[in-house]
């Protein structure tokens, strides 16, 4: 069933998306060469606890952390740790805040040091076809449409779409209805209503867009070793068009 959310309802939870979003500010002053992401992991939780909020992320089906911190070829799910960060790594870190039960959702690849003109790519591309997607997040649109975009996007520029993790509604709880997937057909799929929150999380590859789970049962990673990167926002359709509630508000 999907939970179409009222003004106020959205209102919520843009506050707790612009408590991710300062969470996300703070991290990228946190990237450098030798910080780990464990020093990331204690970050978010002293912050979301300082302002009386909840990584929903941990305790979600036994996982421990409050992020997810995946590097170079770690799609999703990488546990932080602390081996320290590589000039020239790539670094996703994806968290969900729960504030006063408002939920949001986001995720961002970080560059570590300088790295190569391929990951620079790989980057730039991949938080453009969030965007490409985001675009056709509008009222009577499909979803579809956002599969279609933000595939046509990222494979015109040689990257590929990771398939086996999509988006997904949001509110009241971390996972609703319905899926989000980033590849598709035009015109095709669930139609978009007013009052839908829905996350768009495009993951995309240098290489092979399939992946692999490592023994923990959590951690995915590209089936060739290849680096892969996400860009995330969670966002309400509303009539006049999309709202992202994950994006920094500098007003």
């Known amino acids: 069933m999907i939970q179409l959310k009222s003004q106020n309802e959205i209102a919520e939870m843009k506050k707790s998306g612009q408590l991710l979003a300062?969470?996300?500010?703070?991290?990228?002053?946190?990237?450098?060469?030798?910080?780990?992401?464990?020093?990331?992991?204690?970050?978010?939780?002293?912050?979301?606890?300082?302002?009386?909020?909840?990584?929903?992320?941990?305790?979600?089906?036994g996982y421990k952390y409050a992020t997810c911190a995946s590097v170079n070829d770690e799609i999703c799910h990488g546990f932080p740790n602390k081996k320290p960060l590589k000039n020239g790594d790539i670094v996703t870190i994806d968290m969900v805040v729960n504030l006063n039960g408002a939920m949001s959702d986001s995720a961002w690849s970080y560059a570590v040091g300088e790295i190569s003109e391929e990951a620079q790519h790989l980057l730039k591309t991949t938080e453009e076809s969030l965007f490409e997607g985001i675009k056709q997040a509008v009222v009577g649109k499909r979803l579809g449409d956002i599969g279609y975009a933000i595939q046509k996007y990222a494979e015109d520029r040689g990257l590929s779409v990771v398939r086996e993790f999509v988006g997904h509604g949001i509110g009241p709880t971390m996972h609703e209805d319905p899926p989000v997937a980033h590849y598709g057909r035009q015109g095709r799929g669930l139609r978009l209503r007013e009052g839908m929150t829905i996350t768009i999380e495009p993951m995309l590859n240098i290489g092979d867009w399939r992946s692999k789970v490592d023994d923990n049962g959590w951690t995915a990673r590209t089936i060739d070793g290849s680096l892969s990167a996400q860009y995330e926002h969670t966002l309400a359709i509303t009539k006049n068009g999309p709202e992202i509630l994950t994006a920094l508000d500098e007003k």
């Open 22 to 61: 300062r969470a996300h500010q703070h991290i990228k002053s946190m990237i450098r060469p030798g910080v780990t992401t464990w020093e990331i992991e204690e970050f978010v939780n002293e912050f979301l606890e300082k302002h009386g909020a909840i990584p929903e992320e941990k305790g979600f089906q």
